[in-house]
């Protein structure tokens, strides 16, 4: 299929204006997701309905803790990252592609194709009130996404990106009217980790954030704690104030613990005290919503009303055990809790 969003340049060579990396591809290559090819000065996504993984998950998982929680959400990816992350947590389907590898040979190339129309059947089906677009980067099926995400707003179903803020404001602003949220990875607060670990640029994710949140896009924030790489606790306050400052306090920061994965083996998983400091740096710059993740039990898993203090909703791990939250408000104070669809 014909890709959205690139510009033909001389020679038969083209540039693709989808993600920040705004790549210019010479014919018979491709860009740096190795999912967009130049064929002869056309621009082609070779994933467009080559779903690799599809599950019914929680909302919860995405992590997106307001939009609709306790519901469950129809999550899908293709093949293909645009980020080179040494510590992703699905290399196996974002990771694995190589140039060296005729499409048409590729894994992903060779399973049925799943049309739009019926990822929102099965979202219809499994009882879902969102569509994710998750697992891989969003960004690099954005074609597939997007065709599915007006289905799925036509019939009532929320979209919700999980991504790493890396599409440009021409993929942003045309994908808007049909995303409904979006949980944005905001990696570190340091260029230098964003080039060596990511092999991406901080700038675009913070423009990328602050251009969501002017379309009316419910934005959500998370950061992987990694021992000794973004863990340092000027830069998390950095991070958090950014966070009130551009995004508004009312964007619930999550905050995870990273375990040995991938390429970056030699670091130890997250303290406990880490993450508990970096919830209270979240708190005290002024965040009404921060969370620890990959912690099951924690009491950082839980919504508090920031107003009178109460437990909303808690959950464990992934699952919701109360919701005190009614057309979102706090029943205990009227206090209002933000979201969509509380």
Not at 3 to 10: G, I, P, S
Not at 144 to 160: H, T
Not at 222 to 238: A, F, S, W, Y
Not at 251 to 271: Q, V
Request: with cysteine; aromatic share 10%.
């Amino acid at each position: 299929m014909e890709a959205f969003l690139y510009k033909q340049l001389e020679d038969k060579k083209v540039q693709c204006n989808l993600c920040n990396h705004r790549c210019v591809i010479k014919n018979g290559s491709r860009g740096i997701c190795n999912v967009r090819e130049n064929k002869s000065g056309t621009l082609e996504t070779l994933v467009y309905e080559r779903v690799i993984a599809e599950h019914i998950d929680p909302v919860e998982k995405k992590p997106i803790f307001h939009l609709a929680p306790g519901s469950l959400s129809y999550s899908i990816a293709t093949a293909g990252c645009n980020f080179k992350c040494l510590f992703c947590q699905n290399s196996d389907i974002a990771q694995t592609l190589s140039k060296k590898i005729p499409s048409d040979q590729k894994t992903f190339m060779l399973r049925n194709p799943v049309k739009p129309e019926q990822v929102v059947d099965a979202a219809i089906k499994g009882n879902c009130r969102s569509i994710a677009y998750t697992y891989t980067e969003p960004t690099i099926y954005f074609e597939f996404a997007y065709n599915s995400a007006k289905i799925a707003s036509s019939k009532g179903i929320r979209n919700i990106f999980v991504t790493n803020g890396y599409m440009t404001t021409e993929a942003l602003e045309m994908i808007s009217p049909f995303l409904d949220a979006a949980n944005v990875d905001l990696k570190a607060f340091t260029d230098d980790f964003y080039r060596k670990y990511c092999g991406a640029r901080i700038e675009h994710v913070k423009n990328t954030l602050i251009k969501m949140k002017s379309l009316g896009i419910f934005v959500e924030v998370t950061t992987l704690i990694i021992p000794g790489l973004n863990d340092d606790r000027k830069e998390l306050e950095g991070l958090a104030s950014f966070i009130v400052e551009n995004l508004g306090s009312e964007t619930p920061w999550h905050i995870s613990r990273f375990h040995p994965t991938f390429k970056l083996t030699d670091r130890p998983p997250t303290p406990i005290e880490t993450l508990v400091m970096a919830r209270e740096i979240g708190i005290k710059s002024g965040l009404k919503y921060v969370y620890t993740g990959n912690v099951p039990g924690d009491t950082g898993e839980s919504t508090y009303c920031y107003s009178c203090k109460k437990i909303l909703i808690e959950r464990w791990g992934f699952q919701m055990r109360k919701n005190k939250i009614i057309n979102n408000r706090c029943v205990y104070c009227d206090a209002l809790i933000h979201g969509v669809e509380l």
